[in-house]
Structure formats: C-alpha cells, structure tokens
C-alpha cells in the first residue's frame, strides 16, 4: 500500500502565484486533513473532510482552499501565495471521522519568495 | 480560542537518562494522541488515549492522559539514541486536532 502520497515534494512560488498542493490516499479513509509545520508552532490544522463532498476549516484557513470530490483525493489549493505561506505542509488520513491513528504523508516543502 | 501548550520545547538528555514531555489543554479533550517526528520526516503515530486518567505503556514509553481529560505525559525509560526526534501531542475536540507545539529530543551516546 501506498498509503498517504503527497505531490510535490518541494515547490518555490513568487508571491501572487497560485498551486495546488495534491494528496491521495488508498486505505478508504473518511477523513483527511492539511496541516502547515512552521518551525516552534507543531502542526497547525488548515482544512479538514470528514467525508467526500464535506469539508470545514481548521485553525488557519485564511488563503487556502480545499475541495473532496472523492474519498481518495484531498488537494489544497494556495490561491495567491503569500511569503507568510512559506512552510511545510502534510496531510493526513484516518478512519472514523479522525478518532483512531493518522497517517501522514511525506510532505511538501514550500517556499515563496 | 482552543490551545495545546507542551512543554519543555527542548530536552538534551545522555543516554540512559529519563525524559518526560507535558501538554496542557485550555478545554476538555475527546482523546490526546502521541505522535514522534524523525528529522526530515513526517509525524508517525505512537498512541491514542481516550478514558480519563488512562494509563498506556509501550516497552519503555508511558502515556498518561489525566483525571479531567486536559492534560497528558509521554515518559521515556532509559532513553536510547534511537528515540532522538520530536514529540508531538495532538488533542481531540469534536472534528478538529490541536497539535502542541512539540519536543525536540536529543540523546547524546
């Protein structure tokens, strides 16, 4: 199994610019989440499904979006990147609505300048 | 707003010596989860606890999630150069994970 697959990796944008960050997961999860890892912060919840076609904010949503058309697929989209948005982002998968163990993806560093 | 606080930020420790990591809530948890980071790498799992004042062991890790289901301890036995990494506690209200800011571990041989 491939589990959590984020895409891509790195990624620098010039402020102003737009992506979209990608993830799937192949274990049938309900619920998938984005987090940003700033250095001294932990994770910080952006946006979160707990099932397709259902999504709600986290903690900071400010200047992302995110969509759930099917249970695999959870991308987020930065719609005019900001230097404050430079971080590393993860996403994460569980069964059960988030009460039972997350699994991470790789992550994505992404900086903007 | 919710927040998790988790203290020490840092902890050097020589090999063998015990390590403690704490996290505090501001409101009532639904459950905490444990997570540890390698550097470079992506939280992984390491446990769940659910009931008030649960107590869960793992070889030389205990967990304890406390009485009024608002704070949590990680403790390590005899740490080894392999539990060298961060610590992260992540508490459960409704829906949403509140991650406190972890514990950067480091095990000198």
């Known amino acids: 199994n491939a589990g959590v697959t984020q895409t891509p990796k790195f990624q620098v944008l010039k402020t102003g610019q737009s992506m979209t960050l990608q993830c799937a997961q192949d274990?049938?999860?309900?619920?998938m989440s984005w987090y940003r890892q700033d250095p001294g912060m932990g994770l910080r919840l952006i946006h979160y499904?707990?099932?397709?076609?259902?999504?709600d904010q986290g903690e900071v949503p400010n200047g992302y979006n995110v969509s759930r058309s099917t249970t695999e697929d959870f991308p987020l989209r930065l719609l005019s990147a900001a230097p404050s948005q430079t971080s590393v982002y993860f996403c994460?998968?569980?069964?059960?609505?988030?009460?039972?163990?997350?699994?991470f993806g790789q992550g994505t560093r992404l900086t903007v300048v | 707003g919710q927040q998790v606080m988790q203290i020490p930020q840092y902890q050097h420790v020589q090999e063998g010596e015990d390590f403690t990591t704490y996290c505090n809530s501001s409101?009532?948890?639904?459950?905490i989860q444990w997570y540890k980071q390698r550097p470079g790498g992506h939280p992984v799992f390491l446990i769940q606890?659910?009931?008030?004042?649960e107590v869960k062991k793992q070889k030389r890790l205990t967990f304890q999630f406390g009485e009024a289901k608002k704070n949590s301890s990680l403790h390590i036995t005899a740490t080894q150069t392999t539990d060298v990494g961060t610590y992260f506690c992540?508490?459960?209200?409704?829906?949403?994970?509140?991650f406190g800011s972890g514990t950067k571990l480091n095990v000198k041989p």
């Open positions: 409101t009532t948890l639904s459950n």
């Open positions: 606890l659910v009931k008030s004042g």
């Open positions: 994460a998968s569980s069964r059960q609505g988030g009460g039972t163990e997350a699994f």
């Open positions: 992540a508490g459960r209200n409704f829906n949403k994970f509140y």
């Open positions: 274990m049938n999860h309900e619920y």
């Open positions: 499904s707990v099932g397709a076609g259902i999504t």
